[in-house]
């Protein structure tokens, strides 16, 4: 299973939005809602941030937001913060019954 | 909580085994059990994960199902990965976590294998 294609990095001032595609195929994130995205920091666990594609973890700001269109699926931080800096990461639930991560996309505030 | 434990160095060709002990919650709950890994400077693969409940269904990466197994301890509410014949490409930071439903909201804090003579 081939990863999942995020763009390599991203990045915003203070206060901006931005917004962190994932794009995979009809057999993972066109084909189902299990989409998820991980916020991780340097020598961190991944930080469960959005599930099914739209719904936020528990505890997450409301300036995370997720949607998806077609073999892509989306994350937009609003009111961008320093602390948002981070590596973000997409998973899908796949036709095989397995899970597929994306490529990681540094985000710089 | 979850935390890995296991070995930090493992010879090529040999076996990596770590275990993952579970806490706050029940392996035979509803929830999915899987391993992660991340490799230095890389992105996240997913490895494999099993459910107890689901009639112990257990489901692998295609790329590295022919070198790994999962298996389970509910006396211990534990649960293990094995990864056989590991070269340095196995090399990584191994994660296990929960999954309710397709997604992984409790992750361990990590631990890191490195394959070296």
């Known amino acids: 299973q081939s990863a999942l294609t995020q763009p390599a990095s991203v990045s915003g001032s203070p206060g901006q939005s931005i917004t962190v595609s994932c794009t995979g195929t009809?057999?993972?994130?066109?084909?189902?809602?299990?989409v998820s995205w991980y916020q991780q920091h340097p020598g961190k666990a991944p930080k469960l941030m959005l599930y099914?594609?739209?719904k936020r973890a528990s505890g997450v700001s409301d300036r995370f937001s997720g949607s998806k269109s077609g073999n892509t699926a989306s994350l937009t931080i609003s009111g961008l913060q320093a602390e948002d800096e981070a590596e973000y990461y997409c998973?899908?639930?796949?036709?095989?019954?397995?899970?597929?991560f994306g490529t990681g996309t540094n985000v710089i505030v | 909580q979850l935390q890995e434990s296991g070995p930090g160095l493992v010879k090529p060709s040999e076996t990596l085994s770590l275990t993952c002990t579970v806490s706050?919650?029940?392996?035979?709950?509803?929830?999915?059990w899987g391993w992660i890994r991340q490799t230095p400077g890389e992105g996240l693969e997913w490895i494999g994960a099993?459910?107890?409940?689901?009639?112990?269904?257990?489901h692998y990466n295609p790329s590295l199902k022919s070198r790994i197994t999962i298996s389970v301890d509910t006396s211990k509410n534990q649960f293990s990965l094995n990864v056989n014949s590991v070269t340095a490409a196995d090399t990584a930071v191994y994660y296990c976590?929960?999954?309710?439903?397709?997604?992984?909201?409790?992750w361990g804090q990590g631990t890191l294998v490195i394959v070296s003579p």
């Open positions: 976590a929960r999954d309710p439903g397709f997604r992984y909201d409790e």
């Open positions: 706050g919650d029940s392996i035979s709950s509803g929830s999915f």
């Open positions: 099993f459910s107890f409940s689901y009639n112990r269904v257990t």
């Open positions: 009809i057999s993972d994130v066109g084909g189902y809602n299990g």
């Open positions: 099914d594609v739209t």
């Open positions: 998973m899908s639930y796949t036709s095989a019954v397995t899970f597929v």
